[in-house]
């Protein structure tokens, strides 16, 4: 079954600065997507950047990048030149293409806070 | 910009009432789904729709009935509430079920407290 596991619950970094944040998961699946997604705090939560898992390139959004190691079954996300409203509950999530159900499965978070 | 739409924001009731929260989306998407969000912000998938016809149940208890009138409306009852299903409860949409690529657009959520 699909799993998406994020080990840090919180990271705490000054602004204009460089965070990661991890997300390793697990899948039968030879054809998936990995996504991540920020939940500020009025709960809203909004797309941020995908990678697909047939793309050995890493995807790059804006100040968003991601760190894909296939082999380790690793998808980082890594925020450049942070902002204060990048304080934020960052999940990291993933849909099988072809093994069970179509829904998006979500790791448990990682709690950002930039500060000043 | 706002485009899936939830109510209430917030409901409180108490054990064994029923409750029914409404989603719509004005995106002309095909697929929507029901998450459920817990005091420690783990997002669980409970149900996904496509046009209108239930895809998927994620073992979700009875008591939990989701509806859906037309591909732009996903309602969802909770015939008897219980304490641990305090919590958040988002909608969300995208384009089509096939799609696995696309992105998912979710709801600002509605915050169900069961005293």
């Known amino acids: 079954a699909q799993k998406v596991t994020q080990t840090q619950t919180s990271i705490s970094v000054v602004e204009k600065t460089t965070v990661t944040m991890d997300c390793v998961y697990e899948?039968?699946?030879?054809?998936?997507?990995l996504f991540w997604y920020k939940q500020t705090a009025s709960g809203e939560i909004v797309f941020l950047i995908r990678?697909?898992?047939?793309?050995?390139e890493n995807a790059t959004v804006g100040h968003y990048s991601l760190n894909f190691q296939k082999p380790k079954s690793s998808i980082g996300l890594i925020i450049t030149a942070t902002q204060i409203e990048d304080s934020a509950v960052y999940f990291c999530?993933?849909?099988?293409?072809?093994?069970?159900?179509?829904?998006?499965?979500f790791g448990t978070g990682t709690t950002v806070s930039v500060s000043p | 910009e706002t485009a899936v739409f939830q109510t209430p924001n917030y409901h409180v009731t108490q054990v064994g009432n029923e409750v029914s929260f409404n989603c719509k989306q004005t995106?002309?998407?095909?697929?929507m789904y029901w998450y459920k969000q817990d005091s420690k912000k783990l997002l669980k998938i409970m149900f996904s729709?496509?046009?209108?016809?239930?895809?998927v149940n994620e073992t979700v208890p009875r008591r939990f009935s989701p509806q859906s009138s037309d591909k732009a409306h996903l309602n969802l009852r909770i015939k008897s509430v219980e304490p641990e299903d305090s919590a958040v409860y988002l909608c969300?949409?995208?384009?089509?079920?096939?799609?696995?690529?696309?992105?998912?657009?979710f709801g600002a959520g509605t915050r169900l407290s069961v005293l």
């Open positions: 969300a949409s995208s384009p089509d079920w096939g799609g696995v690529q696309n992105t998912l657009y």
């Open positions: 899948t039968r699946d030879s054809s998936y997507f």
């Open positions: 990678q697909d898992s047939y793309k050995k």
């Open positions: 999530a993933m849909r099988e293409v072809y093994q069970g159900g179509r829904a998006l499965i």
């Open positions: 995106l002309g998407h095909d697929t």
């Open positions: 729709y496509n046009n209108k016809q239930l895809i």
